[in-house]
């Protein structure tokens, strides 16, 4: 069974429940939004920031502010999510339980690449989406503190010079490409496979004073005979790696003792993104999508893409 989702033009494979296809409107209708503030740049009013910044010591721009808000009222919205854990809420959000019984949990980065929000440079929305968990009281932050091999579906939304939603569910990636005029997403690209080339590697080489020995060997072997990319937004770097080939590495540093990528809204949805597609991602100790965090926020290292870049990368980080 296929669900037609209100603002993408084909039945959607993959979605058989009319609560996620929701869900997945939801995420449509606030990323539409976005798309349309992202274009205008400064030529659109935006929230005010004051300054602020975030539980992970961030400065908060605009957008983020703006996405947070959209996100968070379409999820109201579709009586289809229970709970959510925002990147930029210190705290998980509940929704009415007598509106939501037997629907999702949402874990979403509304702005991905927040540092390239203002220089026309592409960013992106990531989300996943995991069934309520039965006995589970919905409070805290326990409900998500799950791996991504519990997730029913996990994408993301690349404001680029084109804007596309990438859905990924059991055993499926899809692309989906906004058609400005007609506000609907039409599929692009039916069953996404990481390609077995790997031209490209991306890590940020500014760190390199601060990675230790192994880390080092590992970003050697990845550079080996590949040309250098990195955007700054992983949901970027990460599409290139997926439909031209690619390997991203965010490792921990003397900085960062478990590097910057978050496991449940970054690390773990491109985890289960990529195992659909046919690559890999790993911590350095294990794949990141048997991860259980135990906190929302909770960082890791992440190596993503082509899987046997991935497991070179794995060998020499063993030494
Ligand atoms: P955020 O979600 O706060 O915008 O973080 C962006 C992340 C990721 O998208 C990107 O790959 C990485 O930060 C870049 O960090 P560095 O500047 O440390 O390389
Ligand atoms: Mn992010």
């Known amino acids: 069974m296929v669900l037609s989702v209100d603002g993408i033009a084909t039945p959607v494979q993959g979605i058989d429940d009319p609560a996620l296809g929701r869900v997945v409107a939801a995420i449509v209708a606030a990323s539409r939004d976005v798309a349309t503030h992202v274009r205008a740049g400064a030529l659109l009013e935006m929230p005010d920031t004051d300054g602020a910044q975030n539980v992970h010591g961030e400065v908060v721009h605009a957008l983020d502010i703006l996405g947070t808000e959209r996100f968070v009222e379409a999820f109201d919205d579709s009586d289809a999510v229970a709970g959510l854990v925002c990147e930029e809420l210190e705290e998980p959000k509940f929704f009415d339980p007598t509106e939501t019984a037997g629907s999702y949990l949402c874990v979403l980065d509304p702005i991905d690449g ?108 990845a550079r080996e005979g590949r040309s250098l990319r990195y955007v700054g937004s992983l949901v970027s770097d990460f599409h290139r790696d997926l439909i031209r080939g690619g390997v991203f590495l965010y490792p921990a540093d003397a900085s960062s003792p478990n590097g910057k990528i978050r496991v449940l809204y970054e690390a773990g949805v491109f985890a289960f993104i990529v195992a659909q597609a046919g690559g890999a991602a790993s911590t350095g100790s294990g794949p990141v999508i048997d991860l259980v965090p135990s906190a929302v926020h909770e960082r890791t290292p992440l190596f993503v893409g082509n899987a046997n870049a991935v497991e070179a990368i794995d060998l020499a980080l063993r030494g």
């Not at 990924?168 to 990636?173: F, K, P, Y």
């Not at 077995?196 to 880390?215: F, M």
Request: aromatic share 10%; glycine share 10%; net charge negative.
């Open 114 to 221: 927040t540092s390239n929000a203002d220089i026309a440079i592409t960013i992106g929305s990531i989300f996943g989406v995991f069934p309520t968990p039965a006995g589970v009281p919905l409070e805290g932050e326990q409900p998500f503190l799950r791996p991504g091999t519990d997730l029913v579906a996990a994408g993301y939304v690349l404001y680029g010079s084109n804007t596309v939603l990438v859905l990924a569910t059991e055993g499926l990636v899809q692309e989906f490409t906004l058609d400005a005029a007609g506000g609907e997403f039409h599929l692009t690209r039916e069953n996404i496979q990481i390609p077995d080339d790997c031209p490209y590697y991306s890590v940020n080489q500014g760190y390199a004073d601060r990675w230790d020995p192994a880390v080092r060997r590992a970003v050697d072997v």
